[in-house]
Nanobody
Framework: QVQLVESGGGLAQPGGSLRLSCAASGFTLYYYAIGWFRQAPGKERERISCISSAIGGTNGKTYYEDSVKGRFTVSRDNAKNTVYLQMDSLKPEDTAVYYC???????????WGQGTQVTVSS
């Protein structure tokens, strides 16, 4: 069964950190581009980061949307078949449901996780 499962969400204070995990079963993340998305209440889902597949000429290339650049870091652990999103210097506006997705390219995603809630509040 192909499945992506996010974990690591929760409540953080402004300026704090969380690390989200995106674990795959039934397929190998190594071959896929992984995107991190978020959807805040009343807003559309937006892609905030992605990391290219670990193969080919774009090995591990990363992208960050401007609002998270310098604060969030995406990384892979191929041995654990998991991708991480390290979120530092969190702001209240980072509050959203966060999703990971896997696809053949960073522009098209085939598999989605169920989402994990991140709330940044004092």
């Amino acid at each position: 069964q192909v499945q992506l499962v996010e974990s690591g969400g929760g409540l953080a204070q402004p300026g704090g950190s969380l690390r989200l995990s995106c674990a795959a079963s039934g397929f190998t993340l190594y071959y896929y581009a992984i995107g991190w998305f978020r959807q805040a209440p009343g807003k559309e889902r937006e892609r905030i980061s992605c990391i290219s597949s670990a193969i080919g000429g774009t090995n591990g290339k990363t992208y960050y949307e401007d609002s998270v650049k310098g604060r969030f870091t995406v990384s892979r652990d191929n041995a654990k078949n998991t991708v991480y999103l390290q979120m530092d210097s969190l702001k209240p506006e980072d509050t959203a449901v966060y999703y990971c997705a896997a696809g053949g390219s960073s522009l098209a995603y085939d598999y989605w996780g169920q989402g994990t809630q991140v709330t940044v509040s004092s």
